[in-house]
């Protein structure tokens, strides 16, 4: 077999001359970023790579330019290959080591002058790739100096050798397909090529090869202890390790000299206060800096501590990603995502799946997060064939394994913000996961091992689940249940270890739904320490029709054989970066700043994991009927140390002349911080605190209706079809409507029912989620939501108003509801009273009960007084407020990847829609107020369309005033809508008034 294959199936973790895994550290020794133009050629397999592309003299003007670091299939190239996107399975036959011969092949070539001086005498150079997909065979000069593996990960190769003063080349071969494949198959696009830098370092002689500086900071006393480690030469000493900012300095010796530093008080480092001191390590020969943060991470029983706290974990996962440059790592772009996260509350991040690039942990040290660091390990496509020739239990990795994880922890192990290392993600158990955790408790001993798949906890120490029920979540704290596995009695075992869920509440398409229900666990069950969020960003690449239309491409949109379509785009925030309405509800229900408001009282209680609210300034503003009538700033002691509480009294709100009074309490940033200007929102409250009873009685009918020519009917300003009952005009603006409606365009958690439902549970017979039955959409669609036909059962012209009675029942369907509208004219206001009673027989949950308006096209601005300023759902309503909002009717829907249900907002009181002019009011009935959406396109049209360039023209703005809607759920993965929040089939009331603005 040809040299190339045997490197394509090889199970070896990299050959050459492999430099030792060490620190990622700032030096002042030279080095040579090679990012840049390189010469590309592309070959869709590689018996089909240029021959001798590495030789010196090799011709390559007949290459093409790329510039590093990049994907090559992202440089719209369409002869360079193409994305692919699957989550679990594998995109190739499963035949450990073997890929396939359809192999695309990268060859980089770079010519480049090595300054003078730049190797040190008596010192070497090192090549180092920060990440390369997957396989890379590097040579210098024409001459062969390794085999880099490991795509995620960084390797140095010692090039001293090979390096020649002057003019150099370098030659990388990089194939898309390797044996390392079957560990990287993560849950994201395939996308190869040299996507971090390539570098050339300059080693002086007797340099500081590697430093660990454990900081421990000890809680009791509040003092620092700095614990060197330091890689060197006997010759690289004496050296110095210095803390400027603490005036503390020490000169060693001699390797055998270094011990440990007491560095006296020091501030510690946590996410909500994180503490850094520059570091300078120096000898004669070099200087390496590092930033410490002074922190102790331990386990005490199931408690995970830090400085001996408890940690509170509200956090997501968080994969690199860019709509444009896929993996290619953007310090800006990272920091912006890192300062929207402190913006909405999220204190940690899950490096999903495998390490970042180093710089994001340098940021996540500096803004505060609490870091599970991952290695690069993902192996799910085995559990097809019940996980049998896994790689984590098969000794022909073991070296691999064992290489990766000593890889990622060396590059990571300085940072503050990591706490935890993870072994990688759903990979399957055995000895070589096993190996792999002993080695990192060898290597540190303070920090936790993670890894989920060892949900018997056999080699780590955190229990950790992913989405989990809450049932499941009580159960495995009281160390009670019965384990999915059937392993009686595991959970027994478990419950005296710390919890928590590496991920929860599937953030695809609209949802999820259910937060506050986790926030609750999280604060009462006490082994778990809360949860990451599936995902941060959605991964949809930016890509156009051939008809000019930019879109955001998920699986399936570069004609893969296999993939797993938008399964890729469930983040928090869109693929560039727009935040969905879950982020805001996320910020409000993790906000570790509780407020409780009454109206002349507020609990404040401070959740933080340090530090008290000096930071924070606390508004009171008061509203009637949503509109403002004052705003002020409580005087409030600070609330500290964290986990104190405080109560304030609050000053008398006014008593409206009319209407609802609302107090909204703020708790904002007094001064500007590294992550938010001042006044930002950490968290806030509101009550009704007053409602004048309205005087209007239940006046008799002014206007009696009239019928008209042509079959019309006229009740005031409003027409209606004499045939139908269906309002026509209004106030000669074209209307029609209302139809009963309980249909919604599914959400991909509508869609989605891998998962166990709650619906149709016996409540005795489970405690938690059933067995997975249909998904809400397709039960929905077997009960013909979507398909129901309209009887007029009656239209009656009274002489108090026009009463009109309608059928609504699907094709080979005994089930209907009845929908009784009675329209009249009261003081000059159309008033409709509107009523569905469903017959008997509805099983299941039904998306929305709501009457359905078409409005002309083309509608602008809109304001309504109701909740906002997002859309609110029954389980995802904690960061909607009470209060008067505008915004374009195009704006109130959002552009998720995939097109679907979304803008319902509830509580509505007002309306307006100054285009028409129209003005809606809709009131209490039986304490309930119904909810608006106003969208350009159907629930069918949605539902029809696969990406919103699908959409058609609009042909009408469709209104929806809904007096219930079904919850969100987590379903795509993860719990459906729980019981609580469930629509089910009811009957349902409106009472709407349309008057003139
Ligand atoms: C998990 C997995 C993630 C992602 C998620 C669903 O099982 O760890 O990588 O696939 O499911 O989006």
Same mark, same amino acid.
């Given at each position: 077999m040809c040299i190339v294959y045997q490197e394509i199936r090889s199970f070896s973790p990299g050959s050459g001359d492999r430099v030792r895994p060490r620190g990622h550290i700032a030096t002042d020794a030279a080095s040579m970023d090679l990012s840049g133009t390189w010469r590309f050629r592309y070959s869709a397999r590689p018996d089909l790579a240029p021959e001798g592309a590495s030789d010196v003299d090799h011709d390559d003007a007949d290459w093409d330019d790329i510039v590093l670091p990049c994907h090559w299939v992202l440089q719209g190239r369409d002869d360079w290959g193409r994305p692919a996107y699957t989550n679990v399975q594998y995109p190739f036959p499963v035949e450990v080591p073997d890929v396939p011969d359809e192999n695309p092949t990268g060859d980089h070539r770079l010519t480049f002058e090595l300054p003078e001086g730049f190797v040190p005498d008596g010192g070497r150079v090192f090549l180092r790739f920060g990440g390369?997909?997957?396989?890379?065979?590097?040579?210098?000069?024409g001459i062969r100096v390794g085999v880099v593996r490991g795509s995620r990960l960084a390797q140095e190769l010692d090039v001293t050798a090979q390096l020649q003063p002057g003019t150099n080349v370098m030659h990388l071969r990089v194939h898309q397909w390797s044996a390392h494949s079957y560990l990287e198959d993560q849950d994201q696009w395939w996308l190869p090529g040299v996507f971090r830098e390539v570098e050339l370092l300059a080693r002086p002689a007797a340099g500081i090869d590697d430093v660990w500086l454990r900081a421990d900071f000890d809680p009791e006393t509040g003092e620092g202890l700095l614990i060197p480690e330091l890689v060197a030469d006997a010759a690289a000493f004496p050296i110095t390790v210095a803390l400027p900012g603490l005036g503390v300095a020490a000169t060693y010796a001699s390797p055998e000299e270094v011990e440990a530093l007491p560095v006296g008080e020091v501030d510690p480092w946590s996410a909500d206060r994180p503490t850094l001191y520059e570091a300078e390590v120096t000898n004669a020969a070099e200087t390496r800096t590092l930033r410490v943060g002074f922190r102790r991470v331990e386990i005490v029983g199931h408690e995970w501590l830090v400085n001996g706290t408890k940690l509170r974990i509200r956090g997501v996962n968080r994969h690199e990603f860019d709509p444009d440059h896929g993996r290619v790592f953007d310090r800006e772009k990272a920091r912006e995502g890192l300062l929207l996260m402190k913006q909405h509350n999220i *204190? $940690? &991040?899950?490096?999903?799946?495998?390490?970042?690039?180093? =710089?994001?942990l340098e940021l996540t040290d500096e803004l505060g997060f609490w870091v599970i660091d991952e290695c690069d390990l993902e192996t799910h496509g085995f559990v097809f064939d019940d996980w049998q020739s896994n790689p984590t239990d098969d000794v022909r990795w073991r070296d691999a394994l064992l290489d990766r994880v000593e890889r990622f922890f060396e590059r990571d192990k300085n940072h503050a913000s990591v706490i935890c290392w993870s072994l990688g993600n759903e990979a399957g158990t055995g000895s070589n996961s096993a190996a792999m955790a002993a080695w990192l408790n060898r290597r540190d001993p303070e920090r936790p091992v993670h890894y989920e798949p060892d949900h018997d906890g056999t080699h780590t120490d955190l229990v950790s689940r992913m989405y989990?029920?809450?049932?499941?979540?009580?159960?495995?704290?009281?160390?009670?249940?019965?384990?999915?596995?059937?392993?009686?009695?595991? *959970? $027994? &075992?478990?419950?005296?270890?710390?919890?928590?869920?590496? =991920?929860?509440?599937?953030?695809?398409?609209?949802?999820?739904?259910g937060l506050s229900v986790y926030e609750e666990a999280f604060d009462t069950l006490p082994q778990w320490h809360g949860g990451f969020v599936w995902e941060w960003r959605d991964h949809g690449l930016r890509h156009t029709t051939s008809g000019g239309q930019e879109f955001n491409?998920?699986?399936?949109?570069?004609?893969?054989?296999?993939?797993?379509?938008?399964?890729?785009?469930?983040?928090?925030?869109?693929?560039?970066?727009?935040?969905?309405?879950?982020?805001?509800?996320?910020a409000a229900v993790a906000s570790p700043i509780k407020l409780d408001v009454w109206e002349n009282a507020m609990l404040v209680e401070n959740r933080r994991h340090d530090g008290d609210t000096t930071d924070l300034r606390f508004v009171v503003v008061d509203e009637h009927d949503g509109r403002v009538v004052s705003e002020v700033e409580v005087d409030l002691l600070p609330v500290g140390p964290a986990g104190d509480s405080g109560i304030v009294e609050l000053p008398d709100a006014a008593q409206p002349e009319a209407g609802q009074a609302w107090r909204t309490v703020r708790a904002e940033l007094a001064r500007d911080t590294a992550w938010a200007k001042r006044g930002h929102v950490v968290a806030f409250a509101q009550v009704q605190t007053h409602t004048v009873v309205e005087s209007r009685t239940a006046k008799p009918a002014g206007e009696a209706p009239a019928i008209g020519g042509s079959g019309r009917i006229t009740l005031g300003p409003a027409v209606f079809d004499a045939r139908t009952g269906d309002l026509t005009s209004l106030r000669e603006v074209a209307l029609e409507g209302p139809r009963l409606d309980l249909w919604r365009a599914p959400t991909e958690n509508d869609v989605l029912g891998d998962f166990p439902s709650y619906v149709d549970v016996e409540p005795a017979a489970s405690r938690g989620a059933g067995a997975p039955g249909p998904s809400s959409a397709d039960q929905w669609r077997e009960a013909g939501l979507d398909r129901l036909q309209r009887r007029v059962l009656a239209v009656d012209v009274r002489q108090d108003g026009v009463r009109v009675l309608h059928r609504f029942a699907p094709a080979a369907s005994q089930q209907s509801v009845l929908l009784e509208l009675f329209?009249?004219?009261?003081?000059?206001?159309?008033?409709?009273?509107?009523?569905?009673?469903?017959?008997?027989?509805?099983?299941?949950?039904w998306p929305r009960i709501g009457l359905h308006f078409l409005l002309p096209t083309g509608l602008g601005h809109v304001e309504w007084f109701g909740t906002g300023p997002n859309e609110s759902y029954p389980d995802s309503k904690q960061a909607a407020v009470v209060g008067r909002f505008g915004g374009d009717v195009e704006d109130l829907v959002v552009n998720y990847a995939v097109p679907q249900e979304s803008g319902h907002r509830g509580g509505l009181r007002e309306l307006s829609l100054p285009d028409l002019p129209l003005l809606l009011r809709a009131d209490e009935v039986n304490g309930e107020r119904p909810g608006f959406q106003l969208r350009a396109h159907s629930a069918h049209e949605v539902a029809a369309a696969a990406h919103p360039h699908e959409l058609p023209t609009s042909t009408a703005t469709h209104l929806l005033i809904d007096a219930a809607v079904h919850g969100l759920g987590s379903r795509s993965c993860g719990p459906d809508v729980r019981p609580e929040y469930q629509l089910r089939p009811r009957a349902a009331q409106w009472s709407l008034r349309f008057t003139a603005e």
């Amino acid at each position: 077999m040809c040299i190339v294959y045997q490197e394509i199936r090889s199970f070896s973790p990299g050959s050459g001359d492999r430099v030792r895994p060490r620190g990622h550290i700032a030096t002042d020794a030279a080095s040579m970023d090679l990012s840049g133009t390189w010469r590309f050629r592309y070959s869709a397999r590689p018996d089909l790579a240029p021959e001798g592309a590495s030789d010196v003299d090799h011709d390559d003007a007949d290459w093409d330019d790329i510039v590093l670091p990049c994907h090559w299939v992202l440089q719209g190239r369409d002869d360079w290959g193409r994305p692919a996107y699957t989550n679990v399975q594998y995109p190739f036959p499963v035949e450990v080591p073997d890929v396939p011969d359809e192999n695309p092949t990268g060859d980089h070539r770079l010519t480049f002058e090595l300054p003078e001086g730049f190797v040190p005498d008596g010192g070497r150079v090192f090549l180092r790739f920060g990440g390369v997909e997957s396989l890379c065979i590097a040579s210098l000069n024409g001459i062969r100096v390794g085999v880099v593996r490991g795509s995620r990960l960084a390797q140095e190769l010692d090039v001293t050798a090979q390096l020649q003063p002057g003019t150099n080349v370098m030659h990388l071969r990089v194939h898309q397909w390797s044996a390392h494949s079957y560990l990287e198959d993560q849950d994201q696009w395939w996308l190869p090529g040299v996507f971090r830098e390539v570098e050339l370092l300059a080693r002086p002689a007797a340099g500081i090869d590697d430093v660990w500086l454990r900081a421990d900071f000890d809680p009791e006393t509040g003092e620092g202890l700095l614990i060197p480690e330091l890689v060197a030469d006997a010759a690289a000493f004496p050296i110095t390790v210095a803390l400027p900012g603490l005036g503390v300095a020490a000169t060693y010796a001699s390797p055998e000299e270094v011990e440990a530093l007491p560095v006296g008080e020091v501030d510690p480092w946590s996410a909500d206060r994180p503490t850094l001191y520059e570091a300078e390590v120096t000898n004669a020969a070099e200087t390496r800096t590092l930033r410490v943060g002074f922190r102790r991470v331990e386990i005490v029983g199931h408690e995970w501590l830090v400085n001996g706290t408890k940690l509170r974990i509200r956090g997501v996962n968080r994969h690199e990603f860019d709509p444009d440059h896929g993996r290619v790592f953007d310090r800006e772009k990272a920091r912006e995502g890192l300062l929207l996260m402190k913006q909405h509350n999220i *204190n $940690a &991040v899950r490096t999903a799946h495998y390490p970042p690039h180093p =710089e994001f942990l340098e940021l996540t040290d500096e803004l505060g997060f609490w870091v599970i660091d991952e290695c690069d390990l993902e192996t799910h496509g085995f559990v097809f064939d019940d996980w049998q020739s896994n790689p984590t239990d098969d000794v022909r990795w073991r070296d691999a394994l064992l290489d990766r994880v000593e890889r990622f922890f060396e590059r990571d192990k300085n940072h503050a913000s990591v706490i935890c290392w993870s072994l990688g993600n759903e990979a399957g158990t055995g000895s070589n996961s096993a190996a792999m955790a002993a080695w990192l408790n060898r290597r540190d001993p303070e920090r936790p091992v993670h890894y989920e798949p060892d949900h018997d906890g056999t080699h780590t120490d955190l229990v950790s689940r992913m989405y989990a029920t809450v049932e499941e979540m009580a159960d495995m704290s009281q160390g009670t249940g019965a384990p999915e596995e059937g392993a009686p009695g595991r *959970n $027994a &075992v478990l419950a005296g270890r710390p919890m928590i869920l590496c =991920e929860y509440a599937h953030a695809m398409g609209n949802g999820a739904g259910g937060l506050s229900v986790y926030e609750e666990a999280f604060d009462t069950l006490p082994q778990w320490h809360g949860g990451f969020v599936w995902e941060w960003r959605d991964h949809g690449l930016r890509h156009t029709t051939s008809g000019g239309q930019e879109f955001n491409a998920y699986g399936g949109d570069f004609g893969e054989q296999v993939h797993d379509g938008s399964f890729v785009c469930d983040g928090m925030v869109l693929s560039d970066g727009t935040p969905t309405p879950m982020l805001a509800e996320f910020a409000a229900v993790a906000s570790p700043i509780k407020l409780d408001v009454w109206e002349n009282a507020m609990l404040v209680e401070n959740r933080r994991h340090d530090g008290d609210t000096t930071d924070l300034r606390f508004v009171v503003v008061d509203e009637h009927d949503g509109r403002v009538v004052s705003e002020v700033e409580v005087d409030l002691l600070p609330v500290g140390p964290a986990g104190d509480s405080g109560i304030v009294e609050l000053p008398d709100a006014a008593q409206p002349e009319a209407g609802q009074a609302w107090r909204t309490v703020r708790a904002e940033l007094a001064r500007d911080t590294a992550w938010a200007k001042r006044g930002h929102v950490v968290a806030f409250a509101q009550v009704q605190t007053h409602t004048v009873v309205e005087s209007r009685t239940a006046k008799p009918a002014g206007e009696a209706p009239a019928i008209g020519g042509s079959g019309r009917i006229t009740l005031g300003p409003a027409v209606f079809d004499a045939r139908t009952g269906d309002l026509t005009s209004l106030r000669e603006v074209a209307l029609e409507g209302p139809r009963l409606d309980l249909w919604r365009a599914p959400t991909e958690n509508d869609v989605l029912g891998d998962f166990p439902s709650y619906v149709d549970v016996e409540p005795a017979a489970s405690r938690g989620a059933g067995a997975p039955g249909p998904s809400s959409a397709d039960q929905w669609r077997e009960a013909g939501l979507d398909r129901l036909q309209r009887r007029v059962l009656a239209v009656d012209v009274r002489q108090d108003g026009v009463r009109v009675l309608h059928r609504f029942a699907p094709a080979a369907s005994q089930q209907s509801v009845l929908l009784e509208l009675f329209w009249q004219m009261r003081d000059g206001e159309l008033v409709l009273s509107a009523d569905a009673q469903p017959s008997r027989g509805w099983k299941g949950t039904w998306p929305r009960i709501g009457l359905h308006f078409l409005l002309p096209t083309g509608l602008g601005h809109v304001e309504w007084f109701g909740t906002g300023p997002n859309e609110s759902y029954p389980d995802s309503k904690q960061a909607a407020v009470v209060g008067r909002f505008g915004g374009d009717v195009e704006d109130l829907v959002v552009n998720y990847a995939v097109p679907q249900e979304s803008g319902h907002r509830g509580g509505l009181r007002e309306l307006s829609l100054p285009d028409l002019p129209l003005l809606l009011r809709a009131d209490e009935v039986n304490g309930e107020r119904p909810g608006f959406q106003l969208r350009a396109h159907s629930a069918h049209e949605v539902a029809a369309a696969a990406h919103p360039h699908e959409l058609p023209t609009s042909t009408a703005t469709h209104l929806l005033i809904d007096a219930a809607v079904h919850g969100l759920g987590s379903r795509s993965c993860g719990p459906d809508v729980r019981p609580e929040y469930q629509l089910r089939p009811r009957a349902a009331q409106w009472s709407l008034r349309f008057t003139a603005e």
